[in-house]
């Protein structure tokens, strides 16, 4: 009777050894997926954030025209500069992101 004891016990033994792989293996992939979803929490702040930035972006402050990719993408004011106009079309340039818009004269 102790052969089958010993047998049965080892029977459940291979079986919650290979379960117990199985719930490390699916805690890791669990761990994995919360890394992802916080990653996308994180983008998904951001991104809403910076569209929502457009109702309080301001072209111009104190006469000097605000390049809107600095405010949009990082909330930052920065002036945008007219180059030489050498054409029809006035170009405005940030320095800092080296955003470009052409303006209609
Ligand atoms: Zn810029």
Redesign the pocket.
Known sequence: MVRLNDALKAVAEALAFDRRRKAEELRHKLALHDEARTKLRSDLDTNAAAGARVYTYKPVIDAVPQ?P??WIQRA?Q?P?IEQGSGGENALFK?S????EVPVDP
Do not use: W
């Open positions: 390049c990719r600095c930052r920065e945008i940030c800092e992101c080296g955003c």
